[in-house]
């Protein structure tokens, strides 16, 4: 017999990021940014910050994006003058990326908005609770 919609830990699931996604899309729209577009800004930003300028492969594998879709996406963060993507010299096939001075000044003023977002979303849960699940729901293998 099939769980009730109530029991069922995927439904759950379900709903639990629907409701996440929507807290998340309404702390970035005052930036002007979605949420997939801040994915990949603040990755870059982190890696660029600890001196890695990474080609768009290594981003997408950091931020867990397809790399079709990374590479659309940072089309549209270097219009907005977020990201520059400069051809690597040393593999011209791949592109290099760099945060500009107004990515780098955006970068942490949303991830300051996305984390008071999951503060209040994550509240009912200890924060180590939920990284603990959350890490093991995201890497089953570790």
């Known amino acids: ?22 807290d998340i899309a309404a702390a970035l729209a005052p930036l002007d940014l979605t949420h997939v577009q801040f994915v990949l800004l603040a990755c870059a930003w982190w890696l660029n910050s600890q001196g890695e300028h990474p080609n768009q492969l290594a981003l997408a594998r950091q931020a867990g994006t397809d790399v079709k879709m990374t590479s659309q996406v940072l089309r549209t963060l270097e219009r907005k003058g977020l990201i520059e993507r400069a051809v690597d010299l040393a593999d011209t096939r791949a592109k290099r990326l760099r945060v500009t001075g107004a990515g780098a000044d955006l970068a942490p003023r ?14 009912p849960v200890p924060l180590d609770d939920a990284v603990s699940l959350l890490g093991r729901l995201a890497r089953p293998e570790s």
């Open 1 to 22: 017999m099939p769980l009730s919609p109530g029991d069922s830990p995927g439904f759950l699931l379900w709903h639990a990021t629907l409701r996440w996604q929507r």
């Open 110 to 123: 949303a991830i300051a908005a996305v984390e008071r977002a999951d503060a209040r979303f994550f509240q």
